[in-house]
């Protein structure tokens, strides 16, 4: 039996929060403006002085155990608790050793694959018994942290994540979830290899509330987790003739990456739509741009293709064994792709699924990875509310993406949430308990993705904006 605990659903991660003027308006699916790594800090503070603060470890044990409870249940319980510290500080010790490696993710940033390595491969693997083993191998800084992204509509996209590398909606849940600290045995093959706490069944049936129904049955369109509205009412109607000139900007400099407005036939017929499947469902691929020719930030495009992993040989994972073939060696990538893959199919076995069945909570795609390094160009509906911008947060609103690399601001706040519906993104103060981003900093760089005059390429992607022209655009994004 696993033991029980609580842990983050998807809301943590992918739900807004946008305040103006004393409205607050939150936005399902929009990047949380919250910062993991000192949440976590402070959870594991609050730990440590419930063991070691008199008088609190009585008031938690009543609370856990009830108010009557017996010498031996709290010395119990206390045990439990004092195994998670040793634990966390085990941990700790080793991850230290690689902290000045490690970039800050910040308010509303984390290094979601960096981190997902780290626990299945080092945390998930201690203790791990094949000859020469050493989970330690497998560590790595956090060294490419990226904003949430928006996450509605990206169930009827082919490829997902900033670098387009995961096509399964299975994989990318399971893989979330153990990444999150869901229970899993590596480390035991006397028991069930794969087995693990992961709610297979919960993770289809989120997925599905947000894909919403075939968008290709009826009448074309999203439903489902859809893109929030500009709420005019709160942050200022949408001037016409300027949104009418942004349209044309749009039309002439974005519509080849980011496709036709959602909210126009035109996306809808578009040949990137893929023909449908068995299922009759069809997914959409998006452009995909090389690294060197977005020049953006190249950090996340490249983690899942050159982090290397080992692994214990009894986990059935295929790679390059080592001399005594009790290790294998191969990418994080494929290495992630066949753990998640285990996982799954363990729990359709154990719960006797049909292939049907499968291919059905697989969201009738295989279990595909691809490292292309290339960043992936969205539709733009919805954008409104999700800044900062690019996939690493390093721009903080749309005025500045749309400005040369040398007028973006080299640094500034994140964690503040009131809006600025001018530049299209929250205000950047620094204040008690923000986070400052510094962009010189590799994995933060704000590069690329520039409208310059000149050649274009090396992250030149257009011609240089007006600040009429960026202002336009800006009208015309709001109506997406
Ligand atoms: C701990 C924070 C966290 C939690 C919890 C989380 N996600 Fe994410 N999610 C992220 C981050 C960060 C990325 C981007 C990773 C990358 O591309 O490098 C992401 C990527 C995604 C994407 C791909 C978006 C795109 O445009 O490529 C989808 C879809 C998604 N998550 C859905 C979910 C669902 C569904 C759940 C719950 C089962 C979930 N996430 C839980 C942080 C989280
Ligand atoms: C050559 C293709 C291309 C063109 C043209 C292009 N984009 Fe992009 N866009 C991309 C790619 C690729 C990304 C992702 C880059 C990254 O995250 O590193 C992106 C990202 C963005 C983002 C950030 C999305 C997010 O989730 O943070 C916005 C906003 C955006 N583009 C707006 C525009 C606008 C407005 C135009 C036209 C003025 C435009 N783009 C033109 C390819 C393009």
């Known amino acids: 039996m696993l033991p029980d605990q609580i842990g983050f659903t998807c809301a943590a991660c992918h739900t807004g929060q946008i305040e103006y003027r004393g409205t607050s308006l939150r936005i399902d699916g929009a990047p949380a403006i919250t910062d993991l790594g000192k949440f976590r800090n402070a959870l594991e503070l609050a730990l440590a002085q419930t063991d070691a603060v008199p008088g609190r470890f009585t008031r938690f044990a009543k609370r856990v155990l009830a108010e ?29 050793t690689v902290a000045d490696r490690n970039v800050e993710e910040g308010f509303a940033r984390l290094d979601a694959l960096n981190r997902i390595g780290t626990q299945v491969f080092f945390i998930d693997l201690l203790g791990a018994k094949s000859q020469g083993f050493d989970a330690t191998a497998n560590l790595a800084a956090t060294t490419a942290p990226v904003n949430y992204p928006h996450i509605w509509n990206t169930h009827w996209f082919t490829w997902v994540q900033y670098d387009a590398s995961i096509l399964q909606p299975m994989f990318r849940n399971a893989g ?4 999150v600290s869901a229970k899993i045995n590596l480390v035991n093959p006397a028991t069930t290899l794969y087995k693990s706490s992961i709610p297979v069944q919960g993770l289809y049936d989120v997925e599905k509330l947000l894909a919403g129904k075939n968008p290709h049955s009826g009448i074309p369109g999203f439903t489902g987790l859809r893109s929030p509205m500009w709420p005019e009412d709160i942050l200022g109607t949408i001037d016409q003739a300027r949104k009418e000139r942004g349209r044309a900007l749009y039309q002439d400099m974005c519509q080849g990456c980011h496709l036709a407005p959602v909210n126009e036939p035109g996306f809808w017929t578009d040949k990137r739509w893929q023909p449908p499947n068995a299922a009759d469902e069809r997914y959409l691929k998006l452009v995909e741009i090389p690294v060197a020719a977005i020049g953006t930030d190249p950090g996340q495009a490249s983690i899942l293709g050159t982090r290397q992993i080992s692994l214990p040989s009894y986990l059935g994972v295929a790679g390059t064994p080592n001399e005594s073939r009790t290790i294998v060696t191969t990418t994080f990538g494929a290495a992630l792709a066949a753990v998640v893959d285990k996982t799954t199919n363990l729990w359709y076995d154990e719960h006797h699924l049909t292939e049907e069945d499968r291919d059905r909570l697989n969201g009738h795609r295989p279990n595909l990875l691809q490292t292309k390094g290339i960043y992936k160009a969205r539709p733009l509906n919805g954008i409104w509310a999700t800044a900062p911008f690019l996939h690493n947060g390093s721009v903080p609103n749309i005025y500045a993406l749309l400005s040369p690399v040398e007028e973006r601001p080299k640094t500034f706040c994140l964690g503040n949430r009131e809006y600025d519906p001018e530049k299209f993104g929250y205000r950047t103060e620094c204040a008690a308990g923000t986070f400052q981003l510094d962009t010189t900093i590799p994995g933060n760089l704000n590069t690329g993705h520039e409208f310059r005059n000149g050649p274009i390429g090396n992250g030149v992607i257009g011609r240089a904006l007006s600040h009429q022209e960026r202002l336009d655009l800006i009208e015309f994004l709001k109506s997406l």
Do not use: F, M, P, Y
């Open 68 to 96: 009557a409870h017996s010498a031996e249940q709290a010395a119990q319980l206390q045990g439990r608790l004092q195994a998670l510290l040793a634990k966390i500080q085990q941990v700790k010790t080793i991850t230290d």
């Open 176 to 179: 979330e979830a153990l990444g």
